[in-house]
């Protein structure tokens, strides 16, 4: 058993797997989870496509790979530099992490993708068309869920989007309607490394009290 | 303690509260574990605007309710019919609680903006742009690590965009700058009601095996 908010601080990115298969009902588990994130108008906005064949996940994976391969470097000459030599330590490592997952797909056991229909409804009336917000508001806290559900099954994951730079071919690979966006990939197994508190910014250094840009300590 | 799974399935929205105040302490635990979630490249790409002055909150809540007067009558119209009787009860319930929460909203102890900045990355190399995904991928994990946070702590809340009809209004109101988003209004306090697994369409309905469209029982 794993305390809700320990889970919560302690639930970080997992890119490396064992061998050990996924069982088809700690999957299900944490698609029942998943649902249970608030979506707008609780209509839910979403659907999941489990691949644990490994013909297909070889497929994805060498479409992933080649996506990764034009992502990384592209991303890195875009990024600003590491601030400190810890930080540029970290950065190192998880670009390592990501380009050995990036090589290593097809063997995780179990590939979730996640879609998202790409028809908005609009919303109007006689002043005009309202901005309810964007449909992602309704997808990625379920994913975010199907993640901490993964953790307290003992399984790890990490979102990622890396295919999207040649998602059209993910979706031919999968029959997956081109009416769909696919809006995060989770690569699911038992994962190699240990549950921690990862490091990021602070919370205080990003909120405001009352009023933008009035910090407290 | 909350169990982590039991809490994924439990958490509901949350949206009449009592008048006891809510703690500093539970509110800025709940930042901590709302910046754990996982971001893109770890860029963190967001802010909170945390407001409990009571005369900002009633400024919020009057332009949330103009918000919500145009919006509710708007998305009705739009929206399809119930599936079934419990159904449609069940979305009358939610719709009177919604109206309850526009009309109350100053008086919740506490309110949380969750800020994006509209600047968003382009990658590209010699073969063209490459799509990176949402920037929203990178922030609706956190919103509802957030409030996960807040169940852990017997706190309640509900994600809402409503405002976005008048989202000029609120900005100009706490000097957001017009560089960021408002992402999701977060009302935070000690919730009348009782946690419970929230009626959903279930996952199996929803999820796909191996290639889109083939459903498993």
Redesign the interface.
């Known amino acids: ?13 997992m890119r490396r797997f064992t061998d050990e298969p996924v069982a088809e009902d700690d999957i ?2 944490c ?8 979506s ?3 209509i ?1 906005p ?8 490994p013909d ?1 996940r070889r497929a994805i994976g060498a479409v992933y790979l080649r996506a990764w391969e ?2 990384e ?3 890195a000459k ?2 600003p530099p590491a601030r400190d030599e810890d930080a540029a330590r970290r ?1 190192a490592r ?1 670009v390592a992490a990501s380009d050995e997952l990036a090589r290593a797909l097809a063997d995780v056991p179990v590939h979730v993708l996640v ?1 998202m229909p790409k028809i908005s ?5 006689d ?1 005009g068309e ?5 449909t ?2 309704s ?3 379920a ?3 199907f ?3 993964a ?3 003992g399984l790890g994951t ?2 990622t ?2 295919y ?2 040649y ?1 059209d071919e993910v979706r031919e690979l ?4 081109d009416r ?1 966006e696919v ?2 990939l989770l690569p699911l197994g038992h994962p190699r490394g240990r549950w921690g ?8 250094s ?8 009035q910090r407290r300590g």
Chains 1, 2 share one sequence.
């Open positions: 058993m794993v305390d809700l908010y320990e889970g919560l601080m302690t639930t970080r990115a299900r588990a698609l029942r989870a998943a649902v249970q994130a608030p707008g108008g609780n839910q979403y659907q999941f496509l489990v691949v644990t064949d297909l034009r992502y470097p592209a991303v875009v990024s950065q998880n879609l409804m609009v919303v109007a009336d002043e309202m901005d309810v917000g964007p992602y508001a997808v990625y806290p994913v975010q869920n993640i901490l559900a953790r307290s099954r990490v979102l989007t890396v999207r730079v998602e999968l029959d997956v309607p769909y809006v995060a508190v990862a490091p990021r910014r602070p919370a205080e990003l909120t405001s009290w009352e009023r933008f840009g």
